[in-house]
């Protein structure tokens, strides 16, 4: 029973994302970053996604070697416990219902939103440094969201195959909604054949992924026009801002890394 509500509710969330339709501003908005990009010359274009396929790895790499990770990963088995005591590493917890593995994937989603709200609001209010690596720390947190909850369903985050598709996820989860059906198709094609997803020689990210550090550009722009609007010292805009801005991209990747991972635990169970 558990296992069909899901089922509806991926549904109900897929043709929401399946339904979106971009305005005008956003079509010429794509068209726009699309043509500045294809101006670059090959070889520089090739060297972009490689160093940001290269700073992905390693930044997920470093994730998994952090004690916060590691705590984080024997908090989620602990409460595993307490449903079923055999449990005795992540891959046990796939015995557990999709409700009490969704439970666990909700606690690490709820945490981490709260701290991407948490350091959007500080980059609003602090200085230069503060801004110039809250892209990194944003995209790190929300790598950290997609581990924690591919965790919760019972995946091994230290299995090279699933650091590939982890960072799938990442990517899709980030993308502008008019761009997320496309991706979620595939990654639900991409269930059945991840042996394979090794050995392809693909990049991680693509043009789509441009957007990402210019909606940056723009929410930094938008911080530094209002920092000097204070109120009682605090320039509560650009808090605003920041805070919102990584607020709602960490929703957006959230969301989407729980529904995939509830789409694919469930899929594995009748196969």
Same mark, same amino acid.
Request: glycine residues 6%.
């Given at each position: 029973?558990?296992?069909?509500? $899901? ?25 726009? $970053? ?11 274009? #090739? ?31 602990? $409460? ?32 981490? #939103? $709260? ?28 790598? #950290? ?127």
């Amino acid at each position: 029973m558990g296992e069909e509500r $899901v089922l509806k509710e991926i549904e109900r969330w897929e043709r929401e994302v399946s339904s979106y339709v971009s305005n005008d501003f956003e079509k010429v908005y794509e068209l726009w $970053v699309q043509d500045q990009f294809n101006k670059l010359p090959k070889p520089v274009q #090739r060297k972009f996604f490689e160093s940001i396929d290269q700073w992905l790895l390693y930044t997920y790499t470093f994730l998994q070697g952090t004690n916060a990770q590691t705590e984080a990963y024997n908090r989620i088995l602990q $409460v595993g416990r307490t449903y079923d005591e055999d449990i005795q590493q992540i891959e046990d917890l796939r015995k557990l219902s999709i409700e009490k593995l969704t439970y666990l994937s909700d606690q690490q989603v709820a945490r981490n #939103r $709260v701290y991407s709200f948490v350091q959007g609001g500080a980059t609003g209010a602090g200085g230069w440094l503060l801004l110039g690596v809250d892209l990194p720390m944003m995209i790190g947190l929300n790598l #950290r969201t997609v581990q924690l909850v591919g965790t919760s369903y019972g995946y091994n985050m230290h299995n090279p195959i699933e650091m590939v598709v982890a960072l799938k996820v990442l990517h899709a989860g980030a993308l502008p909604k008019r761009l997320q059906y496309e991706a979620w198709e595939e990654l639900k094609g991409d269930i059945e054949q991840y042996d394979r997803l090794m050995s392809q020689e693909k990049q991680l990210t693509n043009t789509s992924w441009i957007e990402q550090p210019l909606r940056n550009v723009f929410k930094t722009i938008a911080i530094l026009m209002f920092r000097k609007k204070l109120f009682q010292g605090v320039p509560l805009i650009s808090v605003g801002i920041g805070a919102t801005v990584n607020y709602k991209t960490a929703k957006n990747v959230s969301d989407f890394a729980k529904r995939f991972y509830q789409y694919r635990a469930i899929q594995e169970r009748h196969h």
